[in-house]
């Protein structure tokens, strides 16, 4: 399983921009998606997630300026970044519990994946 996350880059304050992620491989069923970011010296923190069903849930930092969304038939999830800051600068990681297939047929393993992570960079 692979996450391929795209769309990063450099906004100015109080700008908007949009992450895509798309999981691909020997993918059986998704669970959880979302997006975690790490800024320069910081743990990774959590932006938000959105389960199968469409249930949303984001940090106090982000909600009500980032909206998290997903495609269940194209295996994708996006964020919408809306009012960004400087402290919103981080290294972004897309997320997902993915049930896998396995070489053994009929079998499947559950396992938390990461895509590479996409920069974004807010300027004043």
């Known amino acids: 399983v692979q996450l391929q996350a795209s769309g990063g880059g450099l906004v100015q304050a109080g700008g908007s921009l949009r992450l895509s992620c798309v999981a691909s491989?020997?993918?059986?069923?998704?669970?959880?998606m979302g997006w975690y970011r790490q800024a320069p010296g910081k743990q990774r923190e959590l932006v938000a997630t959105i389960t199968a069903s469409g249930t949303t849930n984001y940090s106090d930092s982000t909600k009500g300026r980032f909206t998290v969304s997903r495609n269940n038939a194209k295996n994708t999830v996006d964020l919408q970044m809306n009012s960004l800051t400087r402290e919103d600068t981080a290294t972004y990681y897309c997320?997902?519990?993915?049930?896998?297939?396995?070489?053994?047929?009929?079998?499947?393993?559950?396992?938390?994946?990461w895509g590479q992570g996409t920069l974004v960079t807010v300027s004043s």
């Open positions: 491989g020997s993918i059986f069923s998704i669970n959880d």
């Open positions: 997320y997902a519990n993915v049930r896998a297939r396995t070489i053994i047929a009929g079998f499947t393993r559950t396992a938390d994946y």
